[in-house]
């Protein structure tokens, strides 16, 4: 059982890598959908695995054993090895859920924040403007959500990057963005190595989006100027929680030179970029499953509702 855990323990620290090589070969939004459902199916096999440990190991003292009625405590490894793995899947599972705890009560403390601010705010349709002087401008979700831009940031860039600029976030919120950043932030909380995934997330949300504004303005070099204005005038620590994508999010100057190339197209490699992520997932779940098959299997055994052979 221990052994078919290995997979979904291990394989987040090889994500970021392979995320890496495969998404550059995605369009953007199949990169978006593809590295979004690899975080959460290996945040889901890595608790799933850690959970497993955890039940096998606490089944192996005689007094839990007898709570689970047991007629014997399990067997699935020496003390040795139960003790410490146990101990490792507790304090692995305890860390995840601080970690996860932690960030869902921060966003919400900044989605609040956000929410107050616009009631100070000039609104037009679904823009509203906030009187500051610092550059900022998101698109906030909610019933409904709004494109937010500060006076600052307006008056930074010229009338046709503005539109560029309203554009992108539109299509922040046309394309309901938030919940793929939302999904692999708490993702990828839950393992320390998965953070380079959130990032290629990030990433790829707002290539979807910077390739959306290009397509509504007919101008790949006039979104990438404002992207790259709108990112020199921007405010580092905007009160804003981390699902609100932003035009000046993610790695700017790689955003700024695939908006001053061709539309992306298929790359020759693309199925095998996505193959692989897919790969990395399926092996992951599939592995997981399988372990805890067999953990519920031994326990059927220990209850005396099977008989080996």
């Known amino acids: 059982m221990i ?7 291990l394989m987040p620290f090889a994500a970021p ?28 096999g890595w608790l799933a695995a850690l959970g497993a440990l955890l039940l096998a190991g606490t089944l192996t003292v005689s007094a839990v054993a007898r709570l689970g009625h047991l007629i014997h405590p399990l067997g699935v490894a020496p003390a040795v090895v139960s003790g410490p793995v146990t101990v490792f899947a ?9 970690a996860v705890i932690r960030s869902v009560l921060f966003q919400l403390r900044q989605y609040r924040t956000a929410r107050g601010h616009l009631r100070d705010a000039t609104t037009a349709g679904d823009l509203s403007i906030l009187d500051r002087p610092e550059a900022d401008a998101y698109a906030l979700p909610g019933n409904p959500g709004r494109v937010v831009v500060t006076s600052g940031m307006l008056r930074s860039l010229d009338g ?13 919120l046309t394309g ?3 919940y793929f950043l939302a999904a692999a932030d708490l993702a990828t909380r839950c393992h320390p190595a998965m953070g380079g995934l959130r990032d290629a997330v990030g990433l790829a949300v707002e290539r979807v989006a910077d390739e959306a504004a290009a397509e509504t303005v007919g101008d790949r070099g006039l979104t990438a100027r404002a992207i790259g204005r709108a990112a020199l005038a921007g405010r580092a620590g905007s009160s804003r929680p981390g699902f609100a994508a932003s035009a000046v999010g993610g790695p700017v100057p ?41 953990l519920h299997h031994t326990v059927e055994i220990a209850q005396g509702e099977l008989h080996d052979g």
Do not use: F, N, Q, Y
């Open 3 to 9: 052994a078919a855990l290995l997979v979904p323990l």
């Open 17 to 44: 890598a392979l995320a890496r090589w495969a998404a550059p070969r995605l369009r953007p939004v199949a990169a978006m959908w593809a590295l979004t459902a690899t975080a959460c199916v290996l945040a889901a």
């Open 90 to 98: 507790l304090g692995a599972l305890a860390v995840c859920g601080r």
């Open 176 to 178: 309901r963005h938030h």
């Open 254 to 294: 790689k955003r700024v030179r695939a908006m001053l190339g061709p539309a992306p197209v298929p790359h020759r490699l693309a199925t095998a970029a996505a193959g692989l992520l897919l790969a990395c997932s399926v092996a992951a779940g599939a592995e997981a499953t399988a372990g805890l098959v067999s």
């Open 160 to 172: 046709p990057e503005r539109e560029a600029l309203l554009a992108h976030e539109r299509a922040h």
